[in-house]
């Protein structure tokens, strides 16, 4: 049986791009800028043309930069992409690096969203006017005992 010939037929435009990603334009203008898509080619007048492999590359630039990966390491992470299997334990040690990072952010925001419900809870429950007029009298009552400003009464004149 004939091997058959892997052909890519479609090319897509800036635009397309942009919004397959539902990324503005200028975001895309400013990774090639910042050297993000080497493997991007330009067509006979200049505009760049994307193929449907840029798509994974693309994809990858995204989640490494919506998980907090500065730009210049997404760009040695690019680069060294560019350079072919020579550079998979360097990238590997990369990915391991920046998913710490992101464990250790999704930790916090974790704790935070934890903080929110129970606020939530808090005015969900039947006593909230009590609650919250309890913590109001305990601010009040340790400020007063620091002498410092009871932060619940509102200057009239600011």
């Not at 007048?45 to 449907?52: A, L, P």
């Not at 006593?127 to 919250?132: A, E, T, V």
């Amino acid at each position: 049986m004939p091997k058959k010939e892997f052909i890519m037929e479609k090319t897509y435009s800036i635009k397309e791009v942009a919004d397959y990603f539902n990324l503005p334009i200028s975001t895309i203008r400013y990774y090639d800028k910042k050297g993000l898509l080497p493997f991007v080619s330009k067509n006979d007048t200049g505009y760049r043309v994307f193929s449907e492999s840029d798509f994974g590359f693309i994809k990858t630039i995204c989640r490494l930069k919506d998980t907090g990966m500065p730009i210049k390491d997404i760009k040695t992470y690019i680069d060294l992409c560019m350079q072919g299997t020579s550079t998979i334990g360097q990238r590997k040690q990369m990915l391991q690096r920046h998913k710490a990072n992101v464990l250790k952010q999704q930790q916090l925001l974790t704790n935070s969203l934890k903080e929110i419900d129970t606020k939530i809870s808090r005015y969900d429950s039947k006593d909230s006017f009590n609650l919250i007029t309890a913590q109001i009298k305990f601010v009040q009552h340790e400020k007063k005992g620091l002498k410092l400003r009871d932060p619940f009464i509102r200057d009239p004149f600011i």
